[in-house]
């Protein structure tokens, strides 16, 4: 039986009518629809509050892999002040596409710095389409938990391809923590409950979803326990 419209709550609405992939619709929209929550937790100070002050280390250690005046894309927005270090990091000189596929979120992020970094470019768009452009980074920043294990392949896929020669792509994810972390059954519990694909970025490393996996160098750090990792790829030289 159809819902009648004004029982949906109308962040679901919203996400229903633009053109945003099913697990958004079903499992966020309360979250990436509703500008007022995301108000609400766009805050670095909730967000180290949570992950034990590990949440700056992160985003910290993402910027750390960018160059200055290089051309950035990154695949989905984020919380907190991890676009803005990013973009520090970039400077004037050079070039930041935000692709979401959420006009909520970009307008939030567009509000939020295209004053502060008039190089930033704000893109409603998948990534897990193609992407035609080429850059000397891509930015995946806790978005790989939050899809399916298909879409998740090809967004993974799609960050490696539009990567110039030297480019890198740098991917930010939640990754098998200690057993004997204290928080590990916690998040777990939590997965089950809101997060429906992320368990499975414990058991399957980003490596195993690239059609091409050896044409790659692969760099992995962990934080918080193994609770959290960094992969950085890069091209390996042709031999031709
Ligand atoms: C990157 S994750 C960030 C998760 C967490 N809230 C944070 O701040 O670290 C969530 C963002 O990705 C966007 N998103 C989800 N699926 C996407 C896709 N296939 N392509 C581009 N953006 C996507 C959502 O609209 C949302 O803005």
């Not at 896929?157 to 990567?163: D, F, M, R, T």
């Not at 399957?204 to 690239?210: L, S, W």
Request: glycine share 4%; aromatic share 14%; hydrophobic share 40%.
């Amino acid at each position: 039986m159809r819902k009648k419209a004004s029982s949906i709550p109308p962040a679901k609405r919203a996400a229903d009518k633009a053109k945003i992939p099913l697990y958004q619709r079903e499992f966020y929209s309360w979250l990436y629809e509703s500008p007022r929550l995301t108000k609400w937790l766009d805050n670095q100070k909730l967000l180290n509050m949570l992950t034990f002050g590990f949440s700056s280390k992160m985003l910290q250690s993402c910027a750390g892999e960018l160059k200055t005046s290089s051309n950035v894309l990154q695949m989905g927005g984020t919380f907190g002040d991890q676009i803005g270090v990013a973009a520090s990091k970039i400077g004037i000189f050079g070039h930041y596409d935000l692709l979401d596929v959420s006009m909520v979120q970009l307008r939030h992020q567009r509000n939020k710095y295209c004053y502060l970094y008039p190089f930033m470019r704000f893109i409603n768009g998948d990534a897990s389409n193609p992407i035609d452009k080429q850059y000397d980074a891509v930015i995946c920043y806790m978005l790989l938990h939050e899809v399916p294990s298909e879409s998740r392949e090809k967004i993974i896929n799609n960050a490696l391809h539009c990567l110039k020669p030297d480019g890198k792509a740098i991917f930010i994810e939640y990754n098998n923590a200690f057993i004997w972390h204290p928080l590990r059954w916690f998040v777990k519990l939590f997965n089950r409950l809101y997060q429906p694909f992320a368990e499975k970025m414990w058991h399957n490393e980003i490596k195993n979803y690239v059609h091409n996996p050896s044409e790659y160098n692969w760099r992995k750090i962990t934080f918080f326990g193994k609770m959290y990792q960094k992969v950085v790829v890069t091209k390996k030289d042709s031999l031709y």
